[in-house]
């Protein structure tokens, strides 16, 4: 890799990824209530190249997720580029925030749904840092384990074989005994302790060459998250459980139960993404 792995004491040395206004606004929000809501240990924050291009492959437990991993990547002297859903940018500031500090829309089960990997891709070739959530909305799991994830984030890699990108997978612990939205449940106090940690990078080069199919994407997505979820096992003390969790959202004429927010209906089994099938996870519970 030639970007290079900085150690902890060289980090503080380098010179910090230009950001702007609108992400510098969102750090002076963001520092205090991470730091007044809970204790961070971080682990593997080597693997994280002091510059050059980047995929963060994460979990996704609570809504204060992006939140916490904004400031992780932050205070790696690094610009987060997230990859969320388009409606955040129909809120009043927050479309500033995120339009200003460049992150990227997501379109779900529209015909702009491919240019949210064109726009990944872009970030990319100017040695960004992109933060993919591939499942798509917080897990369902009622013990917090991953859910069977979209395949985008095996296409995004797959597009980059050819270039020096590292792919990461992070996983993150603990902001879920703060903010649990699913279960109504908050607690701001005592102090929450959120684990962060970053795995070795990814090596691809046994997809380099192979046809772009939903067949490799699929199994690469779920390599990538197989090993997301076995650090989230070796965090919690646990044995992660065999599958992903495959979730069913229940109708409204059947249950008083709502399905999750990011959950669209309108997404069919398969997607046409920049040219690749991409499959749609078909949620169901595991067995």
């Known amino acids: ?87 955040l940018w129909d809120k009043p500031l ?42 798509g909305t917080i897990t369902r799991d009622p013990d917090g384990w991953p859910m069977t994830s979209r395949t985008g984030i095996g296409r995004l890699a797959l597009d980059n074989l050819d270039k020096d990108i590292t792919v990461l997978p992070v996983t993150r612990w603990g902001t879920l ?16 302790l959120i684990t962060t940690h970053v795995g070795e990078p990814v090596d691809l080069t046994s997809y380099q060459g192979k046809p772009v199919t939903a067949a490799l994407t699929r199994e690469l997505t779920d390599q990538l998250m197989r090993t997301v979820t076995d650090q ?14 495959r979730y069913r959202a229940k109708s409204k004429s059947n249950s008083s139960e709502s399905p999750a927010p990011e959950v669209d209906k309108a997404e069919v089994d398969k997607a046409e993404v920049d040219g690749a099938e991409v499959d749609k996870a078909e949620p169901e519970a595991r067995n």
């Open 94 to 135: 927050v479309k500033q925030v995120m339009a200003g500090s460049g992150q990227i829309p997501v379109y779900r089960g529209s015909v702009e749904a491919k240019d949210s990997l064109r726009h990944a891709n872009e970030a990319l070739a100017k040695g960004r840092v992109v933060v993919v959530y591939p499942e």
């Open 1 to 87: 890799m030639a970007n290079g792995t900085p150690t902890e004491g060289s980090r503080s040395r380098e010179r910090r990824e230009p950001s702007g206004f609108w992400v510098l606004f969102a750090a002076s929000l963001f520092y205090p209530l991470t730091f007044l809501l809970a204790r961070r240990v971080n682990k593997g924050t080597e693997h994280v190249p002091a510059r050059g291009p980047v995929i963060l492959v994460m979990n996704h437990i609570s809504h204060l997720d992006p939140v916490y991993d904004a400031v992780f990547v932050h205070k790696l002297r690094r610009v987060p580029r997230f990859l969320a859903k388009n409606t």
């Open 232 to 245: 989230l096992g070796e965090i919690r003390g646990e044995t992660p459980p065999a599958e992903f969790y």
């Open 177 to 192: 005994s703060i903010l649990n939205i699913y279960q109504k449940k908050v607690r701001l106090f005592p102090r929450a």
